[in-house]
């Protein structure tokens, strides 16, 4: 079942038009304006620092480094054009680590914004600080996205939050989803149509 694509309704739900203005834009949009509002209000909550895995064309960046508080930052990781054979969702052509920049340049706040081009379970093993925000969207394959969780995790502070997109809606992303639900030591918080915030717990 790797990859199958599930359908789900979507609920009715409103949203405020920065969130709209900004999902009409074609880069991205890639997400409905109240899972942007919903991103909004937890960039707001970072205190100290959001990590972002899976990075596209920058959208999503751009989005929460206007959010962040003073002195909290954004890290955002993806492999770009070097995508992990297999990746999914598959696309035609894949963004670049240039045109990510471009658009986090137009659209966003580039003095909190850190782009990183490489795979996120080896920027993990090299990472030393603590996170308060973990924004899960990169390959939607059941293994990497349980990959993505397990190397991060780790620097997720306590009352921390883990944003996952697309649950639902591919497999690989619902199946992760409901295997850290299982866990005691998280709780969903959250969730607009596709976009869950799970705390931690401990």
């Known amino acids: 079942m790797n990859g199958t ?4 309704m979507k609920r009715k739900h ?20 109240p899972e942007a509002d ?16 899976g990075t596209h064309k920058g959208g999503s960046a751009s989005l929460i480094s206007r959010y962040l508080p003073p002195g909290v930052r954004l890290t955002t990781i993806d492999t770009f054009e070097e995508a992990l054979e297999g990746s999914f969702p598959p696309q035609k052509k894949l963004p670049t680590y240039e045109e990510a920049k471009r658009t986090i340049q137009k659209q966003g706040e580039t003095s909190k914004v850190k ?8 920027v993990a093993e090299a990472w ?13 394959r059941y293994k990497a996205v349980k990959e993505d969780f397990k190397s991060w995790e780790p620097y997720l ?4 939050y883990i944003l996952m997109h697309d649950v639902n809606r591919y497999e690989g992303v619902t199946r992760t ?6 866990s005691p030591r998280f709780i969903l918080e959250e969730r607009v149509i596709t976009l869950a915030a799970i705390k931690k717990l401990g």
């Open 115 to 122: 782009i990183i081009k490489g795979c996120s379970w080896e």
């Open 128 to 140: 030393t600080g603590e996170i308060d925000m973990l924004f899960i969207d990169g390959d939607h």
């Open 157 to 160: 502070i306590k009352d921390g």
């Open 5 to 8: 694509v599930i359908l789900t």
């Open 177 to 182: 989803y409901e295997e850290i639900l299982r």
């Open 38 to 53: 919903l991103l909004i209000g937890y960039a707001k909550k970072c205190k100290i620092h959001f990590v972002e895995i």
């Open 14 to 33: 409103p949203a405020s038009e920065e969130a709209i203005e900004w999902s009409k834009k074609k880069n991205p949009p890639l997400m409905d304006p």
